[in-house]
């Protein structure tokens, strides 16, 4: 009895079990303190910004970086063509990135999760329906399809964001319905019936809480897909319009000023860099940390 006592005592909250698996992956961690640096830079990113993004300094147009000649710390990283200041763009821009993100996200996973749990439970024929239809969206190229569909509803942020979450939403269709069907074979399932839970018991609270692992890692890497179609529909002039301070939107306004001015095109496409590879970083960090297949004894 005591011996069952002390194990039970020493044994692990779920949360420092997840912290102890997570931070063995040294790049997951150095994502995570990235992510949360862009996070706070998103929430915060008008007040901490040194000038008004969309502000126009005329006397200053394509000013270089602090370090090169003519830089001036007024302008750490430089002006764009119209004459705003690059640093400012970039911290306001990482909270559009971070809305995408998060919008996104939301969108594709409580669509696919809802389709994918009536998959997994519905007769064949509903499954198969299904099913084929997340497969004709999946045989066409993502950024295509965004395109198409950008294209239908008409150039703006919030068209882009519907369209990359209807892109993403079969792959949480699929994984969802992968799940359950694996988790509908196992006895606590069908304890679950035998005691007279209903269809939306089972799906919600029986079997639902033990398919979001493998969800929770698929939001992460889909939260850097959403950042970088939103980015690639606003350089094509499909997303984010100006004068929005939108990463993909600051690429393209400084398409034609690559040779003489190579600020304005390598911070945007720096801040993208970096930020998709924290985020695919921490994404690895947590499939390692959730799925007990890949934890380290």
């Not at 996104?104 to 998959?119: C, E, K, P």
């Not at 395109?147 to 993403?168: D, K, Q, R």
């Not at 399932?189 to 692992?213: D, E, H, Q, Y």
Request: with cysteine.
């Amino acid at each position: 009895m005591t011996d069952t006592t002390q194990i039970a005592v020493e044994r692990p909250s779920p949360l420092r079990e997840f912290w102890f698996y997570f931070r063995e992956n040294r790049g997951a961690v150095i994502g995570l303190w990235i992510f949360a640096a862009f996070a706070f830079v998103a929430l915060f990113g008008p007040w901490i910004a040194p000038h008004d993004a969309t502000a126009q300094f005329r006397e200053a147009t394509l000013q270089p970086p602090v370090w090169q000649e003519g830089g001036s710390w007024t302008y750490p990283l430089g002006t764009d063509p119209l004459g705003r200041d690059m640093l400012s763009r970039l911290i306001v821009g990482a909270r559009f990135s971070f809305f995408v993100g998060i919008v996104v996200v939301s969108i594709a996973a409580t669509g696919g999760i809802l389709v994918g749990l009536i998959a997994g439970f519905a007769p064949k024929w509903v499954d198969t329906i299904i099913m084929r239809i997340m497969d004709v969206i999946l045989a066409f190229p993502s950024l295509l399809l965004a395109l198409v569909l950008v294209a239908i509803l008409g150039p703006s942020l919030t068209n882009a964001m519907i369209a990359i979450a209807i892109v993403l939403q079969p792959h949480y269709v699929r994984l969802t319905r992968a799940s359950v069907l694996s988790e509908r074979q196992k006895d606590y399932v069908t304890s679950a019936k035998v005691a007279g839970a209903g269809l939306p018991r089972l799906m919600f609270i029986t079997v639902l809480p033990n398919c979001l692992a493998p969800i929770i890692v698929q939001a992460a890497l889909s939260f850097s897909t959403a950042i970088l179609d939103a980015a690639a529909l606003g350089f094509l002039g499909m997303g984010a319009q100006p004068p929005t301070p939108e990463w993909g939107t600051m690429l393209a306004e400084a398409r034609e000023f690559i040779l003489r001015a190579w600020w304005v095109v390598t911070f945007p496409g720096l801040a993208i860099l970096v930020t998709v590879l924290a985020i695919n970083l921490m994404g690895d960090g947590l499939r390692d940390a959730l799925d007990p297949k890949l934890k380290r004894s």
